[in-house]
């Protein structure tokens, strides 16, 4: 089948979904990989290198997508601006779209995947099994952000992060307060520890206790009330009082650290607001909150998202996209994502979309104009 590649057009976007060392195992089980012009230049991959493992370099945008069997995105699709047209209407009837599609937040773009006749295939619902951990983009790109969302505190602190033994006397370590102990809170955490800092982390499902303590960290018990363990492993939403009751533990810690980290998520839904106005008011001048969760409503309410703001003599770090800022590695690591989906859907050279399989269950949105996706479905009434 015929694989593209086009340049990603969101702002801020420097990551390309396949890097060149990828081409030619997608080539070598019979797909030709086709690539837009420049499209990995923003991630430190230049043409000739995709060149030299066998892509064929496309000019023509409307050429790329109008003959593409499986477009292979990072971002959902847009309005493409040298066409002024959706990324869905450029491509053909029936054709694949894989990528970041975010269908229960965008029920109106999966509607309109059904309705141009694109099968979406989302990275981000590929199912978190066993037989799929290869496939797992949300993981692959969490981990390097929580491990960035550590050199942004560590950069915007006027302070260093290890205990340091001068002639001019000591400096006590800092200490960070990690919100969240998922795929990107343990990374955050190892970093941080790796910079010398005294770690403190909170999150609601009782087994995370014993992965921040073999990282080195030191575990902030939730209230005990009610459990939080919801499907799949995840965190449940939490009710209003235990929130309240959460906020109140979290206080003390959070206004004695130099920098928080926050990475609390519940799939599905707002984020967690964990760290309230009046709580960085309190704060550490000088102190630093990186919040991972700005994308999804935050789990700081000052954050703004996008955006890098003081307040109260606070910095709070709003990034929404940090996977983009180490570009090179996300891409190299979402690119053989990609590589082992394509390579598990492959038969005879042709995509086989099985509706019994469990991928593809998992994370097919759309096919023959509809939505498949049973929660999108839902969503769209
Ligand atoms: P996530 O991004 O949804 O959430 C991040 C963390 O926030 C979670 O640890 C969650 O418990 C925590 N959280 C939610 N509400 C909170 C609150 N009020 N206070 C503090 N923390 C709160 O989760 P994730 O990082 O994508 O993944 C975590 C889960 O997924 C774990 O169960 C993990 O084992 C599982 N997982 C499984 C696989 C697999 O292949 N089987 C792969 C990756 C992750």
Do not use: W
């Not at 030619?24 to 430190?44: F, M, N, P, Y």
């Not at 894989?98 to 199912?127: E, H, I, R, W």
């Not at 499907?231 to 206004?255: N, T």
Request: glycine content about 8%; overall charge neutral.
């Amino acid at each position: 089948m015929i694989l593209a590649i086009p340049k990603e057009t969101t702002e801020g976007e420097k990551r390309v979904a396949i890097v060149p060392e990828t081409v030619s195992k997608l080539r070598k089980i019979g797909h030709t990989v086709r690539i837009q012009k420049g499209a990995g230049e923003a991630s430190g991959f230049p043409d000739h290198l995709y060149e030299k493992e066998g892509a064929v370099l496309v000019d023509d945008v409307n050429d790329l997508y109008g003959t593409a069997d499986v477009l292979l995105k990072v971002d959902r699709p847009v309005v493409h601006p040298s066409s002024g047209k959706s990324e869905l209407e450029m491509m053909k009837k029936g054709a694949i779209f894989v990528g970041f599609f975010y269908s229960m937040s965008n029920v109106d773009l999966a509607k309109k995947a059904a309705s141009t006749g694109v099968q979406v295939l989302s990275m981000d619902a590929v199912p978190r099994i066993t037989k799929a951990q290869r496939m797992d983009a949300l993981s692959s790109q969490t981990n390097l952000a929580g491990y960035k969302a550590v050199l942004l505190a560590a950069d915007h602190l006027h302070k260093i992060f290890p205990l340091l033994m001068t002639a001019a006397g000591t400096i006590s370590p800092a200490k960070v307060v990690i919100l969240g102990a998922g795929v990107a809170g343990l990374q955050a955490i190892a970093t941080a520890k790796r910079l010398g800092a005294v770690v403190e982390v909170s999150d609601v499902r009782p087994e995370t206790k014993e992965q921040v303590q073999s990282l080195g960290g030191k575990f902030i018990e939730p209230p005990q009330d009610e459990s939080l363990v919801g499907e799949g492993g995840y965190a449940k939403e939490a009710s209003a009082e235990y929130l309240a009751k959460q906020q109140e533990i979290l206080r003390k810690h959070i206004c004695e650290a130099d920098a928080v980290i926050t990475t609390a998520q519940v799939p599905g839904r707002k984020a967690p607001v964990l760290i309230k106005a009046d709580v960085v008011k309190d704060m550490q001048p000088g102190a630093v909150i990186v919040d991972m969760a700005a994308g999804t409503g935050g789990n700081c309410e000052l954050t703004e998202p996008g955006q890098v703001v003081k307040k109260h003599g606070v910095t709070i770090v709003g990034h929404t996209n940090l996977p983009a800022e180490l570009a090179y590695h996300a891409s190299q690591l979402y690119s053989r994502n990609l590589q082992a989906l394509i390579e598990y859907l492959t038969k005879e050279g042709n995509l086989n979309l099985d509706a019994n399989d469990e991928i593809v269950k998992g994370a097919l949105i759309t096919r023959d104009g509809q939505i498949v996706h049973e929660k999108t479905r839902e969503l769209a009434g």
